[in-house]
């Protein structure tokens, strides 16, 4: 059996596990997407710095959303950053749930979504 397949369910259909990337980084941004050849609905993902390819895409929809994500991380890393420093100013003025919100849920989410992306959840 492929090590990722953990075993079949009662309904025929293969469980998979998905292990955790390793702890090396992602390939660096940015990336961009190119059409595969033939009459297909593919693309794939390249790194503009190596023109390695990142990822193959079946459903060209899904290309912008992929080219965009280490844009999108390091942008929620800015962002995580500063409503950190948001909520330590709060938390300094004594202000309560009342002022700030949701920011403890938002930050909780931003890690955790940082987290997966990098491969640490």
């Known amino acids: 059996m492929h090590p990722y397949i953990k075993g079949i369910s009662s309904t025929g259909h293969k469980t998979v ?27 794939m993902v390249i790194a503009e710095a190596t ?16 080219t965009a994500a280490p844009e999108m991380l390091a942008a929620l890393e800015s962002a995580l950053a500063q409503l ?26 931003a890690r955790s979504a940082i987290a997966r992306a990098k491969g640490e959840a």
Request: proline share 6%.
């Open 84 to 109: 950190q420093e948001e909520k330590e100013r709060c938390d300094e003025m004594n202000l309560g749930p009342a002022f700030t919100g949701n920011l403890d849920v938002t930050i909780e989410a």
């Open 51 to 66: 023109g390695k390819t990142i990822a193959l895409v079946y459903d060209r929809k899904n290309t912008a959303l992929l």
């Open 17 to 43: 596990e998905i292990k955790k990337a390793e702890s090396a980084p992602h390939t660096p941004g940015p990336w961009y997407g190119t059409n595969t050849a033939g009459d297909h609905n593919q693309a």
